[in-house]
C-alpha cells in the first residue's frame, strides 16, 4: 500500500503562485510515475502534470506548459506541483497521484494509470 499527503492548496488573486506538495510513504518503487490531476466542479478529473521518478520526465497538460513545473525529491519521495501565473480556470481540487510501476506514454495523463491517490486539496484563483 501506498498513503499519499498533499499540502499547498490555497484561495491566491489570478497572477499569483503556490506550491503543491505530495508526500508518499509505504510500498514505492524507483520506476513508479507520480503526477498531479484536478477536478473543477461539474468536470472531469484531468491529469496535470506527470514525472516520471526514477528518469525524472515530466509531462505536461497544453493548459499549463510554461506556467507550472512538476519536479521530485527521491530522498524525501515527494513531489511538488510548482504553479505560476494562475488563472481562475485553474481553480479545482487538485490530487496527487501515484502508479503501480511503469506507466506506458499513452495513458501517462490518464487517472486509470494510476492506483494510488491522495486525498485532494482546494486551489481557489480569483479575478
Known sequence: QVQLVESGGDSVQAGGSLRLSCAASGSTYSNDYMGWFRQAPGK??????????????????????????????????????QMNSLKPEDTAIYYCARSRGPVVPRFRMRAIAYGYWGQGTQVTVSS
Not at 52 to 76: E, L, M
Open 44 to 81: 472531469e478529473r484531468e491529469g496535470v502534470a506527470v514525472i516520471d521518478i526514477g528518469s525524472g520526465g515530466s509531462y505536461y497538460a497544453d493548459s499549463v506548459k510554461g506556467r507550472f513545473a512538476i519536479s521530485r525529491d527521491g530522498a524525501k519521495n515527494t513531489v511538488y506541483l
